[in-house]
């Protein structure tokens, strides 16, 4: 199978190349990528646990999906696709928003992001897809907040600075 690839950005989102996605994450390369934050009506976020087998950040809380877009593919269209993949459900989503972020891991790899934020709507159980999720559980923002404060181990290096996004976005249109 052939190594899945990254589009390479400049810090205007502009396109200006392609990677294989471990490669990128050596280098550190600025890449795009996207985040889903999915809610219900009683005003919860879904949470997924990483699988246990994942190379980087295995069992670690994060948001409900996130991933790579590929070449010609909208962020919407991305978001959609693994929303699907991973969870095993699709729904509407909106761009809230975008911003670069730098994240090393202990394994000698860094995330390098233009991550495009993006959050939907749903509220039923996932079927999850146990080869890249191994639990998820609804949340309410403020408890999240409080529990990476808490317990900021159990989470994903992305996520407590992603979510500090979303969550400002959530404030400010009082969702």
Not at 49 to 65: D, E, F, G
Not at 154 to 160: C, D, R, S
């Amino acid at each position: 199978m052939k190594e899945e690839q990254v589009i390479l950005v400049n810090e205007n989102d502009e396109q200006i190349g392609v990677m294989e996605k471990i490669e990128a994450h050596e280098k550190a390369v600025l890449h795009r990528a996207f985040s889903v934050f999915i809610m219900n009506k009683q005003g919860e976020t879904m949470l997924q646990q990483r699988a246990a087998h994942k190379y980087h950040s295995p069992l670690l809380w994060t948001n409900t999906c996130c991933s790579h877009q590929r070449v010609g593919e909208s962020n919407v269209e991305a978001g959609k696709r693994r929303l699907q993949e991973e969870m095993g459900f699709q729904t509407d989503l909106d761009e809230i928003v975008s911003f670069i972020y730098k994240a090393p891991f202990d394994n000698g790899l860094t995330e390098h992001e233009l991550d495009h934020v993006m959050i939907g709507h749903y509220n039923e159980a996932p079927i999850i897809n146990k080869d890249e999720v191994a639990d998820w559980k609804w949340m309410k923002p403020a408890e999240i907040k409080n529990d990476i404060a808490n317990n900021p181990d159990i989470y994903t290096a992305w996520f407590k600075i992603i979510f500090e996004k979303f969550y400002e976005h959530l404030i400010k249109n009082k969702a």
